[in-house]
């Protein structure tokens, strides 16, 4: 049985709201990836340059599949069977038709992982549809890794926060997948070297 949080949690975001929600690294603040509207509200309110692409939040490597894409067997075998769902971050080429622009910062690639957070998840997968998983702060703000860090001004302007605790309270590591050798755009979570 769904707690009656997430339920209302998925009702706010399947009528085009914006959410603050827990996952495995810290707070994220998302949206469909489908309703532009939405979107452009939350690059407005986390004060996101338009330019940045933001990381969005799958519940299996199946949905992934659908907004870039075909991994190679490398990245499969050597990053997302190790390391997904968790803390590792994968930017690939977009399937560029089901990507908003916006959310890939006007490039073809995008970034994507699975939490291993069992409310991100049961969120993602009830919806059916990706959603967009920045840090709940604004744009160059400290990212909030528990309740208390949330910034009352960003809740004030989201129409509803999931409480819940926090595993990892670090930020995920982000490799990019588009050229050989692989790049860590990021260091995070996990310890990688980059090869591929």
């Known amino acids: 049985m769904m707690s009656k949080t997430i339920q209302d949690a998925i009702k706010t975001l399947n009528t085009g709201g914006i959410v603050i929600f827990p996952t495995d690294t810290a707070f994220g603040i998302g949206c469909r990836i489908d309703n532009k509207q939405a979107i452009e509200r939350l690059f407005h ?3 996101r340059p338009r330019a940045q692409a933001t990381p969005v939040l799958v519940d299996t490597v199946k949905m992934a599949q659908e907004y870039l894409l075909p991994f190679p067997n490398d990245v ?6 190790p390391y997904w769902p968790g803390v590792l971050t994968i930017v690939f080429f977009a399937n560029t038709e089901n990507v908003p622009t916006l959310v890939r910062g006007g490039t073809d690639t995008l970034g994507v992982r699975i939490p291993n ?3 991100a998840r049961a969120i993602i997968r009830e919806i059916g549809v990706p959603i967009l998983g920045p840090s709940a702060n604004f744009h160059g703000n400290a990212t909030p890794y528990s309740f208390n860090e949330l910034d009352p001004e960003l809740v004030q302007l989201v129409d509803y926060v999931v409480p819940g605790e926090i595993a990892v309270k670090k930020a995920s590591t982000v490799i990019d997948c588009t050229q050989k050798p692989w790049k860590i755009l990021r260091e995070g979570a996990v310890q990688l070297s980059a090869k591929g």
Do not use: G
């Open 45 to 47: 309110l986390r004060k």
């Open 117 to 119: 957070h069992p409310v």
């Open 76 to 81: 499969i075998d050597q990053l997302i069977e």
